[in-house]
């Protein structure tokens, strides 16, 4: 979904920001531009993160508005689920809970994630629900790595 361009990210938003692209590049083990005929096989879809900052958290109508249209995107082919819901707040630098509304929306592969972006209902809910509501939205999209995330991978580090 976008919008007009916003202001820069305050410095520990882009720290933050940088730290979990790094991270989640290293925990699924990709990389930019080593994209390979296996990367099909690899995939266990794709996760669309959407994070909102609504221009007024306490507009109820807004936010349901939101969440609505956002649980529409199931309809659309290659979509194979959509969760909606709001920040765990915590005390931990890292985390980013300052956002109003998360979305995520799981799709079969990157070639669902473009067809989903170009669909009219997309383009339709972020010009006329999200466009208007939203101050700031920031978004993720996540390969998930099947292999990655297997018993093969070995074992689970602690934090």
């Not at 996760?47 to 221009?55: D, G, T």
């Not at 958290?57 to 909606?84: C, E, N, W």
């Not at 999209?141 to 099947?146: K, L, M, N, P, S």
């Amino acid at each position: 979904m976008s919008l007009r361009p916003t202001a820069p990210p305050p410095a520990r938003d882009v720290t933050a920001r940088a730290f979990l692209a790094v991270a989640l590049l290293a925990a699924l083990g990709l990389s930019g531009s080593d994209a390979t005929a296996d990367d099909d096989a690899r995939s266990g879809g794709v996760e669309h993160v959407v994070l909102v900052w609504m221009k007024d958290p306490t507009d109820m109508h807004a936010r349901d508005a939101l969440i609505r249209a956002s649980l529409a995107f199931k309809a659309i082919d290659g979509v194979i689920d959509v969760q909606v819901g709001g920040p765990v707040e915590s005390e931990r630098p890292v985390v980013e809970d300052g956002f109003d509304l998360g979305i995520i929306v799981h799709l079969r592969d990157r070639e669902a994630l473009s067809h989903y972006l170009a669909h009219p209902d997309h383009i339709r809910a972020g010009r006329e629900v999200l466009g208007p509501e939203a101050a700031r939205v920031v978004v993720y999209d996540v390969e998930v790595d099947v292999r990655a995330n297997t018993a093969d991978a070995g074992p689970p580090t602690t934090h």
